[in-house]
């Protein structure tokens, strides 16, 4: 999938907010670093077709995440916010084995470029 010009919304939040987002969504428990909502995809997705989504990204875990991997908070900003933008690509490390290594790889370069 390739774009000549794109859209996203990038939206800061906390525990509690994504935590709700995690539950109603995805039918997970407790509040994660990142969720991304591609628009590229399903029945609406050609409504607004530059449109890439929205990555939401919980401030509350990546700071404790910056602290614990003794990195700065923007440094892993970056990486989340990188993360969640994959995810609007199709990229998609869930389900493990060769999918999980392209997407960190992939990481790692963006990572590289933007440093």
Known sequence: MGFDD???SIVLTD???IAKLNSQ???????????AFPMQ????SSITPGLLGDVVIS?????????????GIEERFSELLIHGILHLFGYDHEQGGEEEI???E??????NKIN
């Open 41 to 44: 995809e399903g029945e609406f």
């Open 25 to 35: 969504y995805l039918g997970r428990t407790g509040p994660t670093n990142v969720i």
């Open 6 to 8: 794109g859209e996203l």
């Open 106 to 111: 992939k990481t790692k370069e963006l990572l």
């Open 15 to 17: 525990d509690d907010e």
């Open 59 to 71: 401030t509350d875990t990546a700071e404790k995440e910056a602290e614990n991997g003794g990195v």
């Open 102 to 104: 392209i997407m960190e």
